[in-house]
């Protein structure tokens, strides 16, 4: 531009020292950092998306409340607290509830593997750099960075006829891959993690459904989480292996079940793996950032490296279509997703503790103990608070750490069997019997609504 007048809406935001092209025997110098909109308003949201994202950073959110914490001990490997633990079940139990429905088996393998099988997969040539390794017995092991090639070692248990297909295998993975410690952010990007893998092994003729399947548990998820999403193509990469002919099958496999699916889609010509198609799932969070997570892939290296087969209907041996699929994708970064989603309130169903019981003073401390039990036999996360404290403190406590419930016990609950209970938003009911209570919250819980008040009226 020719002078800086021309800019409108410019705001300073950070300096620091810098040397002349990094060489520390020259003098240091300032360098300003800032940022510029074509006008004031722009500026403004921009700066207070910053803000408010800034508040909702799950690290800062992930210690204020509990949930997980990094150690010098394991870089890069998070260490879940009871309270995140609380959340990671409720995640995995959902996710295991929906996957039942849509007729996924579960299956679990192995973290270390040997050198062998890596070598088979291709991983030993091309991935090693980021595999842990290790020596047992004189054998070289690696802990795994996928949980790809045990998946086809259970595929390859039995023979299979083309009436088991389609196999949908689910496995909650740990996995393991080396990251450069400068680049390890949070739960964003750690060195171990779950994924919520599924390899789905199927005749051709059942790519189109199986794909439209894999989308449309994908939808009903992420909604679950209020997560919207958009969805890309990506296909065949000048570097590649197998047929014209199988490129043309897989892709126009995935195409067919986007269109059945109904909702637009990107296409990235090329972008796609070296051994087959993928569709990615980006989800847009409450802050309209968006995140990669879900990743549909078709894979015709491992069969074929495997030799897997199956029985046709003509008797001969067929090699089946396999796609890797996850939907949570790393289930850690997922749960930092969550957590600036939610900004760390969390609705009632994932909240880490569900119900604070506050007793008055010390003598009504057993009866708040009978009250949690009575809570936690009906299914609900309760933590009794018994601190000699002022009521009005732990009630306030418990606001911070956004306990959607908090029942403050005293002699009028316990002599009339009712509840006195507190929401979110302030509000307190008085004499709630213990039937209402159950119904009203598990009811809410078990449609895993997301509305922060439990009790509309
Ligand atoms: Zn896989």
Redesign the pocket.
């Known amino acids: 531009m020719p002078h800086t007048g021309f800019v409108k809406a410019i705001k300073l935001t950070k300096v620091s020292g810098a040397y002349w092209r990094a060489d520390q025997t020259k003098a240091q110098l300032q360098r300003i950092y800032g940022t510029a909109f074509f006008d004031k308003k722009e500026l403004r949201a921009y700066l207070e998306f910053i803000e408010e994202a800034k508040k909702r950073n799950h690290r800062k959110l992930g210690t204020a409340l509990d949930l997980f914490s990094f150690h010098d001990e394991a870089p890069g490997m998070p260490f879940f607290h009871a309270h995140g633990m609380n959340v990671w079940n409720a995640l995995l139990e959902y996710w295991r509830m929906e996957h039942r429905a849509a007729g996924y088996v579960e299956t679990k393998t192995p973290i270390m593997l040997n050198r062998d099988l890596w070598e088979k997969s291709g991983h030993w040539a091309n991935y090693r750099e980021n595999m842990y390794t290790t020596v047992v017995d004189e054998t070289e092991y690696a802990i795994k960075p ?3 090639p045990g ?1 086809m070692l259970l595929y390859g248990v039995k023979p299979h006829s083309y009436k088991d297909l389609p196999i949908r295998a689910a496995e909650i993975g740990l996995v393991h891959r080396h990251e450069l410690s400068g680049v390890l952010s949070g739960l964003f990007r750690v060195r171990a993690f779950h994924q919520d ?1 599924a ?1 789905i092994f199927m005749t051709p003729d059942q790519i189109r459904d199986e794909i439209l399947g894999v989308l449309t548990l994908v939808a009903k998820i992420y909604s679950t989480f209020g997560l919207g999403f958009h969805l890309e193509l990506s296909t065949r990469p000048v570097k590649s292996i197998g047929t014209d002919e199988q490129w043309e099958q897989a892709t126009n496999g995935l195409k067919q079940a986007l269109e059945a699916y109904g909702q637009a889609y990107k296409i990235n010509e090329g972008d796609g793996a070296f051994y087959g198609p993928k569709i990615d799932v980006h989800i847009k969070d409450a802050l309209g950032r968006t995140w990669q997570c879900g990743t549909v892939q078709l894979d015709m290296s491992l069969p074929e490296r495997f030799d897997l087969a199956y029985i046709g209907p003509d008797n001969q041996k067929h090699r089946p279509i396999m796609i ?1 699929r996850v939907i949570y994708g790393s289930i850690e970064r997922f749960f930092g997703i969550l957590v600036e989603h939610f900004a760390g309130k969390f609705p009632l169903w994932m909240a880490p503790v569900q119900v604070a019981v506050l007793p008055i003073n010390d003598e009504l401390a057993s009866y708040g103990q009978e009250i949690v039990h009575l809570l936690e036999t009906n299914g609900l996360r309760a933590e009794l608070d018994n601190r000699t404290e002022s009521l009005n403190r732990k009630i306030r406590e418990a606001q911070l750490m956004y306990v959607p419930l908090i029942l403050t016990v005293g002699a009028k609950e316990k002599e009339s069997n009712t509840l006195s209970v507190r929401t979110l938003d302030g509000k307190v009911r008085y004499g709630m019997t213990h039937d209402e209570f159950f119904s009203r919250t598990l009811a809410h819980i078990r449609e895993r609504r997301l509305e922060l008040t439990v009790f509309k009226e």
């Open positions: 996928m949980n790809c998946g893998d390899h890797h």
